[in-house]
């Protein structure tokens, strides 16, 4: 069965600190990965989308990576600000479907 | 260049009540998709058109969930008669194109649906 799995659930850091958000999933055929940035009361936004052949890819202060190996993608975010403040959601691709992890929900405090 | 538009962004209903959500993609998008998320979760497909066929309706409860895109642009989703479990957000999304790409996928707002 096709599923993806995020860590930690939830996550409080301070205002300017940086994070690392996991995922690790069990998708076959793999297609591409994607992190969605989902602020409350909104739809996600894209953030990356990174094919088997993307090691690392970054957007502004979110540099994302994939080991396509373990099965494993990590998303970092670099001197937090407190718009950083949402849910975190990685999407892997299939061939045709897309599978949805539960998200991390982050929050950074002043 | 509007996004995905949705409406209404919030509804309130009495279980057993009919209730429809609609969505209008991005001008020139193909594949529609409607998904829910409940509180906590991640989106969960409903189901999936390309143009005006729906190519994955597998996750669709079929009994009360019924959804059209008949010209293939903007699409109803309707449930009859809504449950207490009915309540989440429904999220409509549209791309550009599917299969085997990495095609974006952008996210309308969604609508709040509260079931009581």
């Known amino acids: 069965k096709n599923q993806v799995e995020q860590s930690p659930q939830s996550l409080i850091i301070l205002e300017g600190k940086n994070c690392t958000l996991q995922c690790n999933y069990t998708v076959s055929p793999f297609s591409n990965l994607r992190w969605y940035k989902q602020d409350t009361g909104r739809g996600p936004v894209s953030l990356t989308i990174m094919t088997f052949s993307e090691n690392t890819k970054s957007n502004g202060r979110y540099t994302a990576t994939l080991d396509a190996d373990t099965k494993q993608s990590s998303l970092h975010i670099t001197a937090s600000q407190l718009s950083d403040s949402a849910s975190y959601i990685c999407v892997v691709k299939g061939y045709s479907t897309l599978t949805f992890g539960k998200g991390t929900m982050l929050l950074v405090s002043p | 260049e509007a996004g995905v538009v949705q409406s209404p962004r919030y509804k309130i209903i009495e279980k057993k009540q009919p209730v429809a959500f609609w969505c209008n993609p991005i001008s020139g998008h193909n594949t529609l998709y409607w998904y829910r998320q409940n509180l906590g979760q991640g989106p969960e497909l409903l189901i999936r058109y390309e143009n005006e066929e729906a190519v994955d309706d597998s996750q669709l409860p079929k009994d009360r969930f019924s959804a059209e895109r008949l010209k293939g642009v903007d699409s109803t989703l309707k449930i009859q008669p809504a449950e207490l479990g009915d309540s989440a957000v429904y999220l409509c999304?549209?791309?550009?194109?599917?299969?085997?790409?990495?095609?974006?996928?952008?996210f309308g707002p969604g609508t709040r649906l509260t079931v009581t």
């Open positions: 999304a549209s791309s550009p194109q599917q299969g085997g790409g990495s095609y974006e996928q952008y």
